[in-house]
T-cell receptor, first 113, second 114 residues
Framework: GNSVTQMEGPVTLSEEAFLTINCTYT??????LFWYVQYPGEGLQLLLK?????DKGSNKGFEATYRKETTSFHLEKGSVQVSDSAVYFC????????????FGKGTRLHILP | KAGVTQTPRYLIKTRGQQVTLSCSPI?????VSWYQQTPGQGLQFLFE???????NKGNFPGRFSGRQFSNSRSEMNVSTLELGDSALYLC?????????????FGEGSRLTVL
């Protein structure tokens, strides 16, 4: 079946460090891929998405490239800020009404000033 | 435009009781999905409603149920509460199918079962 695997957290970095959060997926067909972010005390919000192979999603300085050959969608940011501290979820979906969105377990990110 | 509203935000119940949580989606959104979030299991899909019909269901026992009203507002109910039901319950709305991935989440209802 479809699944998403994320690196386990927590990930702790200093401000201005480079960030990578790994995400790999298993799916039949051609899923769409997403990163969601959950700030403390809030619900999830869509951060970026990619709908086909080699697409790059980007938002707020974050980027992720849909790599079909490695079934990956790693999240990167060149210089993190304290305000980026949150939980990040990788997710996939297929455009089929009977399929539900599959979320990874989330990776907690702590940025130290 | 107002976001997804969930009530109540926090509640405490005891084992054996039942609870009803409410979700008002973004105006115009017809699909409402419910998720259970716990530290150990992450986000687990409960069910999805569209136009008052349950369109998809996760692997939860029958104690978990939901419904959607004609104005797209949704409620979920958990009967005979167990300690393990303590979690953050998140509601998400989308225009049509949630499979486009563009879900809009509420802040959640945090349930504590004692």
């Amino acid at each position: 079946g479809n699944s998403v695997t994320q690196m386990e957290g927590p990930v702790t970095l200093s401000e201005e460090a480079f960030l990578t959060i790994n995400c790999t997926y298993t799916a039949t067909g051609y899923p769409s891929l997403f990163w969601y972010v959950q700030y403390p005390g809030e619900g999830l919000q869509l951060l970026l998405k990619a709908t086909k192979a080699d697409d790059k999603g980007s938002n707020k300085g974050f980027e992720a490239t849909y790599r079909k050959e490695t079934t990956s969608f790693h999240l990167e940011k060149g210089s993190v800020q304290v305000s980026d501290s949150a939980v990040y979820f990788c997710a996939l979906s297929r455009l089929n009404r009977d399929d539900k969105i599959i979320f990874g377990k989330g990776t907690r990110l702590h940025i130290l000033p | 435009k107002a976001g997804v509203t969930q009530t109540p935000r926090y509640l405490i119940k005891t084992r054996g009781q039942q609870v009803t949580l409410s979700c008002s989606p973004i105006s115009g959104h017809r699909s409402v999905s419910w998720y259970q979030q716990t530290p150990g299991q992450g986000l687990q899909f409960l069910f999805e409603y569209f136009s008052e019909t349950q369109r998809n269901k996760g692997n939860f026992p029958g104690r978990f149920s939901g419904r959607q009203f004609s104005n797209s507002r949704s409620e979920m109910n958990v009967s005979t509460l167990e300690l393990g039901d303590s979690a953050l319950y998140l509601c998400a709305s989308s225009l049509d199918s949630p499979n486009t991935g563009e879900l809009f989440f509420g802040e959640g209802s945090r349930l504590t079962v004692l």
